[in-house]
Nanobody
Framework: QAQLVESGGGLVQAGGSLRLSCVAS????????MGWFRQAPGKEREFVAI??????DYSDSVKGRFTISRDNAKNTVYLQMNSLKPEDTAVYYC????????????????WGQGTQVTVSS
């Protein structure tokens, strides 16, 4: 069993920055691709970013503003979020990629509990 714990969320003004962290136990993250998703109230959970062994992908809505990275020594994946917008407000989840289409939630088999990000205008 893998356990993922996110942290780093909070309230920030538009244009500000936050860095989310996802710490894993029960799995060595360096062996896996990891993703970040988000879910706003009343909306479906949507893909944000994925980091593989040597590549990354981002949703069009965050490309150029968000950066996903990992620290294998700390078994941690990060999501640096810059130039935040009110529409980035959501609960952010990290997840362990199990295979399949990378931007679909069904392709991930372990999820964290989420961390709230609120961007005020």
């Amino acid at each position: 069993q893998a356990q993922l714990v996110e942290s780093g969320g909070g309230l920030v003004q538009a244009g500000g920055s936050l860095r989310l962290s996802c710490v894993a136990s029960g799995r060595t993250l360096s062996r896996y691709a990891m993703g970040w998703f988000r879910q706003a109230p009343g909306k479906e959970r949507e893909f944000v970013a994925i980091i593989r062994w040597s590549s990354t992908d981002y949703s069009d809505s965050v490309k150029g503003r968000f950066t996903i990275s990992r620290d294998n020594a700390k078994n941690t994946v990060y999501l640096q979020m810059n130039s935040l917008k009110p529409e980035d407000t959501a609960v952010y989840y990290c997840a362990l990629y199990a295979g399949g289409t990378y931007y679909q939630t069904a392709s991930y088999n372990y999820w964290g509990q989420g961390t709230q990000v609120t961007v005020s205008s």
